[in-house]
């Protein structure tokens, strides 16, 4: 484990990811659970990680999903939604769970 997550930093503001095609999700008992259809691992997500993923369904730039949780969850400062958020998103991304969406220009 790093010591600080710009470390090991992989998403970055900037960045456009969405959610792996080859991935099913679904709500368990108030839980959103996703499922690997390559691996059959599965992951369960807490409120805020399962309001990210419902966020990244389609193509969406990091810095769009932070705003609208901003909106929605009042009680965060920016700099603390825009750490977690990142922090949650690289590791979706370790987990195969998330690709970042290369723009063309």
Request: aromatic share 4%.
């Amino acid at each position: 484990m790093t010591s600080s997550h710009e470390d090991a930093a992989m998403v970055q503001l900037d960045s456009t990811v969405r959610a792996t095609p080859d991935h099913v999700s679904a709500e368990v008992e108030g839980e959103t659970v996703i499922l690997s259809l390559t691996t059959g691992e599965y992951y369960g997500l807490n409120t805020v990680a399962a309001h990210i993923w419902r966020l990244i369904q389609e193509p969406r730039r990091v810095s769009d999903v932070r705003d609208e949780l901003l909106d929605y969850y009042t009680d965060i400062d920016e700099a603390t939604c825009t750490s977690e958020l990142l922090h949650v998103l690289d590791d979706m991304l370790r987990m195969k769970l998330v690709e970042e969406v290369r723009r063309e220009d």
